[in-house]
């Protein structure tokens, strides 16, 4: 096999390997299971920087597996491809250093790696999928392996939301099936391709062609959280901190939001979305989910359902800059792909270190413990800042770009929808900063009721929030560096576009 064949199939092997040996190991080899998630973890990231500096100079990477008559399985590696896994390998290098302090203990740990083993397998799939049925595919197997993580606890509780989410997800893929079956049926070809495959048939399926975008978009908006087919998100926030983390930044909604791109993008193309009015439904759908999100956000006292309301809103960012048909909002749109993933896990990083160390589970609970738990704290308003929007973080980037795309889409009442968001983001995350760092403890004889024995989080647990938090700092201060998500965004959008 040759390079451009064999590296698609080690990033996918290095965390699928482990998955089966974990799941092979005696239940109480913890430090094997430890060293088979890093290695795998690392080994990811390295093959990942070697792909990225390929396809950067225009090196093809693809394999091809034999599947059904016609129709074989696809990893190919483009530019926006490797976005997605670039985020995915390493992100969940630090969400498994966190999962190992986590769990530390806990039971089930052998169920629990190899499935998350198993998940990120998927994710990476999904990010190389060279067609449609490739991506279906790994999208429903992310959905199997994630509906373990969910339930992992075993409450009923967590069953509950387990299978709440399991039948979104396998409604919304039941969807994805549909209209998938109907455009080979329709175009002969289901392969990703920069500015679309379905211009030339326009003219003569105009009407299915649209049927088919809306079941495309309905079926991935199920994963991306669009409203009304977010249900399930705030449910599964029963899992534990590092699943969260998995489902909101990593995973499961980025896998929504990434089908959602690939099929304005290298579907349908851009352009040939707008001159078909497709555009148009999808921004008002990203609007008003990017609204009702931060508004159901503002009532939430548990902290994880704030911010998993947070991810409602935030995610369709990405949607609504595909949907402007600007390519400086299409910019913004790719790039929050990253910059959310990166201020959304240390925010999750955060909640989980709360929960850990001082039973603190919910806003009401948290008043000064920011003097006790000061690096979580102080990793948390960096992240919650730039969810903000804040200068000079990632989200301001990001924002920004959105924007000014939509003043250049004549879109103002985007603009409008903007700043709203914004202000109900700081709504519901200053508040938060305020209670942990000014307000004062409620005590009895001296002690605080809420979190008297509360202590800094271990640092398995703090270093990949303080990272994190460091990460979504930088990649704002230096958004135009020759290695900065913005700066490949950028590429991305040149050869959508074709500029």
């Given at each position: 096999m040759t390079a451009s064949v064999l590296m698609p199939l080690i990033v996918l092997l290095s965390s699928l390997v482990p998955a089966v040996l974990i799941f092979?190991?005696?239940?109480?080899?913890?430090?094997?299971?430890?060293?088979?998630?890093?290695?795998?973890?690392?080994?990811?990231?390295?093959?990942?920087?070697?792909?990225?500096?390929?396809?950067?100079?225009?090196?093809?990477?693809?394999?091809?597996?034999?599947?059904?008559?016609?129709?074989?399985?696809?990893?190919?590696?483009?530019?926006?491809?490797?976005?997605l896994i670039t985020l995915s390998a390493l992100l969940w290098l630090f969400t498994t250093i966190y999962a190992i302090g986590y769990l530390d203990n806990a039971p089930h740990r052998r169920r629990f790696f190899g499935f998350f083993s198993l998940c990120v397998s998927a994710t990476v799939g999904i990010a190389l999928a060279g067609d449609l049925l490739t991506f279906l595919v790994f999208y429903e197997l992310l959905t199997l392996t994630t509906y373990p993580l969910v339930a992992h606890r075993g409450s009923a509780k967590a069953l509950q939301a387990a299978r709440t989410y399991l039948t979104y997800t396998l409604g919304g893929g039941a969807v994805l099936l549909l209209a998938t079956v109907w455009l080979y049926h329709v175009a002969g070809t289901l392969a990703f391709r920069e500015q679309g495959f379905l211009n030339g048939l326009v003219a003569e399926q105009g009407?299915?062609?649209?049927?088919?975008?809306?079941?495309?978009?309905?079926?991935?908006?199920?994963?991306?959280?669009?409203?009304?087919?977010?249900?399930?998100?705030?449910?599964?926030?029963?899992?534990?901190?590092?699943?969260?983390?998995?489902?909101?930044?990593?995973?499961?909604?980025?896998?929504?939001?990434?089908?959602?791109?690939?099929?304005?993008?290298?579907?349908?193309?851009?352009?040939?979305?707008?001159?078909?009015?497709?555009?148009?439904?999808?921004?008002?759908?990203?609007?008003?989910?990017?609204?009702?999100?931060?508004?159901?956000?503002?009532?939430?006292?548990?902290?994880?359902?704030?911010?998993?309301?947070?991810?409602?809103?935030?995610?369709?960012?990405?949607?609504?800059?595909?949907s402007l048909g600007s390519p400086i909002a299409a910019l913004g749109g790719i790039v929050h792909l990253v910059h959310q993933g990166v201020m959304k896990i240390t925010l999750f990083f955060c909640a989980g270190n709360l929960a850990e160390s001082a039973?603190?589970?919910?806003?009401?609970?948290?008043?000064?413990?920011?003097?006790?738990?000061?690096?979580?704290?102080?990793?948390?308003?960096?992240?919650a800042f730039g969810m903000i929007g804040i200068p000079p973080l990632a989200g301001f980037v990001s924002k920004w770009h959105l924007g000014v795309g939509a003043a250049a889409a004549n879109q103002g009442w985007v603009i409008a929808v903007l700043v709203t968001s914004g202000l109900l983001n700081a709504a519901y995350f200053l508040p938060i900063i305020h209670t942990a760092w000014f307000a004062v403890e409620n005590s009895v004889n001296g002690k605080s009721d809420d979190h008297k024995d509360a202590a800094e989080a271990k640092w398995p647990l703090l270093a990949p929030a303080l990272f994190t938090a460091a990460l979504s700092m930088i990649i704002g201060l230096f958004a135009t560096a020759d290695a900065s998500p913005l700066t490949w965004a950028t590429l991305i959008m040149r050869r959508e576009f074709g500029l």
């Open positions: 092979l190991l005696p239940a109480d080899r913890h430090w094997l299971r430890g060293a088979m998630s890093l290695g795998g973890a690392t080994l990811k990231l390295a093959i990942v920087a070697i792909m990225l500096w390929g396809v950067f100079h225009e090196q093809t990477y693809r394999l091809t597996i034999p599947f059904l008559p016609g129709l074989p399985l696809t990893l190919h590696a483009d530019a926006l491809s490797m976005f009407p299915t062609l649209t049927v088919i975008f809306f079941l495309l978009i309905a079926g991935f908006g199920v994963k991306a959280a669009l409203v009304p087919l977010h249900g399930w998100l705030p449910k599964a926030m029963v899992a534990p901190a590092p699943v969260s983390a998995l489902l909101h930044a990593v995973a499961v909604v980025k896998a929504g939001a990434f089908g959602i791109v690939r099929v304005v993008s290298d579907v349908y193309g851009i352009e040939t979305s707008d001159q078909m009015g497709l555009l148009l439904p999808l921004t008002l759908a990203a609007s008003f989910t990017i609204v009702y999100g931060s508004v159901r956000a503002l009532a939430q006292d548990d902290l994880k359902r704030r911010l998993a309301y947070s991810t409602v809103s935030q995610v369709s960012y990405i949607a609504l800059g595909l039973g603190i589970y919910r806003v009401s609970q948290m008043r000064g413990i920011g003097r006790r738990m000061p690096w979580t704290m102080a990793a948390f308003t960096v992240a």
